[in-house]
């Protein structure tokens, strides 16, 4: 029953199934041949790629395409790096122009030091990008209310941080996470501050649907080591997710049965 029910358990974002449900970003690695290199370690088959960072469209220079086979792997352009509605709406834009992209993660930062989320902005886009046909997977914070907002402003993921981008401090907090689960049926995705594999198991058993991972990667001792792990790490935690745990309880209880005891 259970071997059938992980074999039903599809990840699907507008209407695209994924083997994975890691998501890795293609920034802050050494070179793209290392990047090339821990994504296809990964099993990511979805990449996430700074149309305003990445180099994919001026032939003079590397191009990301050269290491990444785009038909092999789903590219998802973002907007990292933009402040306001504007500069996310045309970023966007450009990449639809450049490669066809209609899925894209939105990300439009408040301020430069901390990288938190301007929530506002990003509703407003969310809301004008879904009108031109976008399907937009929204980066947002872990505001229950929000999140809603963005589902009904047509969002086709929520993907709610752990912590501030590139901290590394893991899940902050659990319980909005799972009051955001509880109330969407959109993929659920933490997007930033994931600092190791066992951050990404406790985002599967709370139970979201991927997680999104880049600089706990790129930046590891030994990024490919890193992420393995990380792909092992998401499917125990869907599969723990899946099983279902015991309750807790603040008593103990024994594990064998105390009848027939001598």
């Known amino acids: 029953m259970e071997a059938d029910k992980l074999k039903k358990d599809n990840f ?5 199934k994924f083997k994975s449900r890691l998501i890795v970003g293609t920034g802050k690695y050494r070179s793209m041949t290392e990047c090339a290199k821990a994504i296809k370690v990964s099993g990511a088959d979805m990449v996430t790629v700074a149309v305003r960072r990445v180099n994919i469209s001026d032939k003079k220079k590397p191009l990301l395409m050269d290491f990444i086979d785009p038909k092999k792997i789903t590219y998802l ?15 966007l834009r450009l990449a639809r122009e450049i490669g066809g992209w ?5 990300e439009v930062l408040g301020d430069k030091k901390n990288l938190f989320p301007e929530m506002i902005e990003t509703l407003k886009s969310t809301e004008v990008l879904t009108k031109e046909g976008f399907k937009v997977m929204v980066y ?3 505001d229950p209310l929000m999140a809603k907002r963005l589902e009904n402003a047509g969002a086709c993921a929520i993907m709610p941080l752990a912590a501030p981008i590139g901290s590394g401090l893991g ?4 319980i909005n996470i799972e009051i955001i689960r509880s109330q969407t049926k959109l993929p659920l995705i933490i997007d930033a ?3 190791q594999a066992s951050d990404a198991t406790i985002a599967m058993e709370l ?8 600089t706990a990667i790129a930046k590891a001792k030994n990024p490919f080591t890193m992420a393995n792990a990380f792909k092992n790490a998401v499917i125990a935690g869907r599969q723990s997710f899946i099983a279902g745990r015991i309750n807790k309880t603040i008593l103990g209880k024994a594990s064998s049965p105390v009848k027939g005891i001598i």
Request: proline letters at 2%; glycine letters at 12%.
């Open 12 to 16: 699907i974002i507008a209407k695209k």
């Open 77 to 91: 352009p973002n907007t990292a790096g933009c402040f306001s509605s504007s500069e996310a709406l045309r970023t």
């Open 102 to 106: 209609k899925l894209v993660k939105l």
């Open 140 to 142: 947002c914070n872990d």
């Open 171 to 174: 899940i902050q907090n659990k």
């Open 193 to 195: 501050g994931l600092g």
């Open 207 to 214: 139970g979201c649907d991927g997680v999104l991972v880049n």
